[in-house]
Nanobody, 123 residues
């Protein structure tokens, strides 16, 4: 079992940056694959990025490649999402998720979820 708390969301102008953090409880954080997903109003919750337990493998949805970077600090039980060159289309609630299985890009692989943090990008 792991509990997740996101932070770092907010309002930013297009072209700006934000860094999301996800703090996890539990002593086995380093064994979990971690993912970030986002959900815009009226839309499905979509995959954004994922990272393996070691940090050695990362995955991104095409629309954020080159702009977003996922990373983790296992000593601090935290995963990050650095978001640069933000666009209005990135506006959504961003969720952190954990999987005790292999890293994946579908939400069904992640049984543990945070409450989400709002990211709003103005044009």
């Amino acid at each position: 079992q792991v509990s997740l708390v996101e932070s770092g969301g907010g309002l930013v102008q297009a072209g700006g940056s934000l860094r999301l953090s996800c703090a996890a409880s539990g002593r086995t954080f380093s064994s979990y694959a971690m993912g970030w997903f986002r959900q815009a109003p009226g839309k499905e919750r979509d995959f954004v990025a994922a990272i393996s337990w070691s940090g050695g493998d990362t995955y991104y949805t095409d629309s954020v490649k080159g702009r977003f970077t996922i990373s983790r600090d296992n000593a601090k039980n935290t995963v990050f999402l650095q978001m640069n060159s933000l666009k209005p289309g990135d506006t959504a609630v961003y969720y952190c998720a954990a999987s005790d299985g292999a890293v994946g890009i579908t939400r069904w692989k992640y049984p543990y979820w945070g409450q989400g943090t709002q990211v709003t990008v103005s044009s």
